[in-house]
């Protein structure tokens, strides 16, 4: 069973500072990595998704993913304190039909001081 | 443009008591709709899934149940909540096997 822890817990951060969270996975061969972000109490959006070893940008968010070392990486440029929230890791399975289930890690919970 | 709504917002229910939520998504045909559960302090956990309407198909047994009885609304349900259903819980869809899952806002299901 798919694994996915992230570190760190928490992160805080001065706004315009780069913020970087680490996503491991248990599963080498599942295929969809994607990062998401909760604000308190709404629901997800999600931010930037990737299939393939190397880097993914979508805006200011940029993943990277390595798949020999089981890890996913989001890295934030010039955070706003609007992007203060909790960031979580998705995986899912390499066979994406309807049923495949997203397993998330515990989630970051990232805080961008003025 | 697609939207997603859940209801309600929030519920502050006892122990033994019924529960309904539901989701209605507008602007899609056929989705693939999700139900996951946030536990306080927890991680996401798929519940359940719908490919079509009247098809539900359960990942979790938390002592819940979900409907489809339309193309568009998906329902989450009990006849007797459990103080363990506390938690959040959030509805989803896509468009068949696309990659992008879409979250409605949630609903926090308090039980007492």
């Known amino acids: 069973q798919q694994k996915v822890q992230q570190s760190p817990e928490s992160l805080t951060v001065s706004e315009g500072a780069m913020a970087s969270l680490n996503c491991t996975f248990s599963?080498?061969?599942?295929?969809?990595f994607r990062w998401y972000r909760q604000h308190s109490g709404k629901g997800l959006e999600m931010l930037v998704s990737?299939?393939?070893?190397g880097e993914k940008e979508e805006g200011r968010f940029t993943a990277h993913l390595n798949r020999a070392s089981l890890h996913v990486s989001l890295h934030i440029r010039e955070p706003q304190p609007s992007d203060s929230a909790v960031y979580l890791c998705a995986v899912s399975p390499m066979n994406n039909n309807a049923g495949a289930k997203l397993t998330f890690g515990g989630g970051t919970r990232l805080t961008v001081r003025p | 443009a697609q939207t997603i709504h859940q209801w309600p917002v929030a519920e502050i229910k006892a122990v033994g008591s019924p529960l309904s939520l539901g989701c209605t998504i507008k602007?899609?045909?056929?989705?693939?709709l999700y139900w996951y559960w946030q536990a306080t302090g927890g991680t996401l956990q798929q519940l359940f899934y719908s490919i079509t309407v009247g098809q539900v198909e359960s990942v979790v047994q938390l002592n819940l149940s979900a409907s489809r009885p339309k193309d568009d609304q998906f329902i989450l349900s009990t006849e007797k909540l459990l103080l363990s259903h506390s938690g959040f819980y959030l509805c989803?869809?896509?468009?068949?096997?696309?990659?992008?899952?879409?979250f409605g806002s949630g609903t926090r299901l308090t039980v007492l």
């Open positions: 990737i299939f393939s070893d």
């Open positions: 989803a869809w896509r468009a068949g096997s696309a990659e992008t899952l879409y």
């Open positions: 602007g899609k045909s056929s989705p693939n």
């Open positions: 599963d080498g061969t599942s295929d969809n």
